[in-house]
């Protein structure tokens, strides 16, 4: 899956006869491309997407990678879990319990 975040155009378009409901812009073009680029099971963020959701999902910097249509590389992390579902996996040191 690929996610980026930007503007873009939706809605109808085409010719009287036949329109069709769709997304146009850079930011549709990049999340498809990013799409493409990840592995199965993963999620690929673009940075645009990351600096909004950072403080809430866990990411891995992936580093930059070349995208067909863009000049320059594209900064890209991956999703890896809800900071809050890490936090319950990992106990704080306060939660441990000795072992005896």
Do not use: W
Not at 26 to 44: D, H, K, P, Q
């Amino acid at each position: 899956m690929g996610i980026n975040s930007g503007l873009c155009k939706v809605g109808n378009f085409g010719t009287e006869n036949r329109l069709d409901y769709t997304l146009l812009g850079l930011a549709v073009n990049l999340a498809s491309r990013l799409e493409s680029s990840a592995e199965s099971n993963e999620i690929l963020l673009s940075e645009d997407t990351y600096g909004l959701v950072k403080d809430t999902v866990h990411c891995i910097d992936k580093g930059q990678i070349s995208i067909k249509g863009f000049s320059e590389p594209v900064n890209v992390y991956s999703a890896i879990d809800l900071h809050k579902h890490l936090k319950a996996d990992y106990p704080t040191a306060a939660e441990k319990q000795p072992i005896a």
